[in-house]
């Protein structure tokens, strides 16, 4: 079985959001996604993560005595499946075209923040998680495990 690539799993999630949801459950969908303990809008539920989620059923009633347990993650850039630290309650831009604040190099799959009133751009995971660490605190976020530019734009 062939991996799924990034534009691939946008369109599968489309698919979803569009068809097998029926209209009258759609707005309660996006209700139920929104992460109250952080009163945060969660854009792309099926691939958003974070250590207070846990499956299972009356969604609306679980976590509302948590305290938010470290960052929300979402899926990185398609290297296997890695998983990146939001900024904070900021979503990073994922698959997007971007020029990296870091190593300079443009790509049309790469990740955009906005930071600060900025658009900050990366060309991998690994830069974009480098920046993220000169203004958040966690070691057990490392930037070596993630695919270094040069693994990653080797034909280039
Ligand atoms: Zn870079």
Known sequence: MEDQTAAETVRTIERY???LIPPEKRKRFWELSHCTLRDVNIS???WTYCHNFTYGKRSEERNLKDEP???????GLYEGYVRIPWDDTIEPQVSVPAKC???KRETKEGI???????????CTNRHYVQWWKTIHEDASI???H???????????
């Open 69 to 75: 347990a470290g960052w929300i993650y979402s899926s």
């Open 17 to 19: 959001r569009r068809w």
């Open 146 to 156: 993630y695919e270094s530019p040069e693994e990653r734009y080797e034909d280039s």
């Open 101 to 103: 604040v870091i190593c």
């Open 44 to 46: 792309n539920p099926f």
């Open 142 to 144: 490392e930037t070596e």
């Open 112 to 122: 955009v923040v906005e930071h600060a009133g900025t658009k900050l751009g990366f």
